[in-house]
């Protein structure tokens, strides 16, 4: 390990490269906002993206890499399991594919049941769906790629991959939309474009790092077939989140159009975060667990653990405050422009901060499920996950009658919740409680620096009626001087109680 990267800079040059990603991103989401705000067609492409767009956060955010990279680690033959793993990718990313296209409608009937009503949106979404879904094929190699990358301890380049959606979906918006008899059907188009150019972003790489590129069917697909079977019970273990936005998406089809518009544009506000710390973190520990798990080395295996999710709460927790406490301005200021109303503002910003609420939750169980796999118990993630998402649908069905949309979100963090706790508990009676008595010092320092933030945040709070009468640029400098002022707040009261480095030792 001593020539491998730190876990700290393997973390950061995820959370680097996830940064320009994001960025990206926003500027997506900003254009698509401006474009076509929240409206019925828009509800049409969001449905019919669903679920490519789910399995990118499943595989292309390192859910995949969970059970694929201790895999690939623990092989004695892993150039060979990674040929034969290419070859199945390939065939079961084509086959299901092509039954997707062919099946199209019913896809649409399972997730947008409420568009049956409505036989010009459900037609405008089985078209988008036609032409977004064979990028779920460029996905599943992506995610190959990723964590063969990743088992070499290279992370910052896999992590940059997604850039490439981001772009090539933004460029189709300006430049294609007003070029098309269907506008929105650009966006579709810039999906497809962009998982293409992911895969050949990351072919140089593989080769550089000595990973054969031709798929070869061979003996290993034994093997193989062990990775799918392990793997598909992590891959749901470590995406509560995800499955719960699918049911969101599921039950906003029988709300007013907008509704899915409205929780699309809030995930994507909390996904930065997420993405930034969580994912970063989760996706970096993961190989570390893995090998002090077979080099048989518990106490590194436990202050690796401990490390990562001390990190989790110390960048987490003033994440998710910074959303709740500032919805309505970052929404204002992000999104509202265009077609997007100061309606669709109000709408989106209480959304936001219902999803914010389990922030932390969806981050605490991406480093659990991490030391999870890494032991390769894939099984127990997927029974919780599966258990929280029962509460999710229950909640949801309880909840969207009298709270719309924003009683969807708050289903789902209530999910996210029991999830992390269940999970969480799981993990902490195999590691044993005596490590966490460490903690008190630690907690003590958080909650402080924490509060001071909150008090900060509130003293200078504006109504919403403020930043909505200020210009677009203005608007943006106060919410970013609000917002690092907050991070000044919060770290130099974690110094001035003595929070160092050494509270997080690896």
Known sequence: MSQTPSFFRASGRVAFATLLTRIAGMARDITVAHLFGASAALDAFFVAFKIPNFLRRLFAEGAFAQGLVPMLT?????RELFQSLLAGVILLGGLVTIFAEWTAPLW????????NHEPSQFALT???????FPFLFFVLITALFSAALNVKYCFGWPALAPIWLNVATLLSAWFLTTHLMIPISALAWGIVSGGLLQVVFLLPLLRRMGWPLLPKLSTKMAEVWHVMVNTTPGVIGVSIGQLGLVVDVILASYLPSGSISWLFYSDRLVSMPLGLIGVAVSSAILPYLSHFQIENCPQAYQRTLDAGLRLILLLGFPAAIGLIMLSGPITATVFQSGH???FDVEQAHTCLAAFAYGLPGLMIIKVFVSAINARERFAIPCVVALFSLLLNVILGLFLMRRFAHVGLAYATTAAVWLNA???????LKQLGLAWMLTWRRFMLQLLTALTVMIIWLWWWSKPLTFWMSLSYVVRWGHLLTLIFSAI??????LFIVGMRKGNIKL
């Open 74 to 78: 623990h092989s004695e033959h892993p």
């Open 108 to 115: 649409v009937h399972v997730f947008a049941p409420g568009f």
């Open 126 to 132: 089985v078209y988008l769906f036609r032409i977004t």
């Open 340 to 342: 997007f109303t100061v």
């Open 421 to 427: 706790i269940l999970i969480g508990a799981y993990s």
């Open 488 to 493: 000044l707040a919060y770290v130099i009261t």
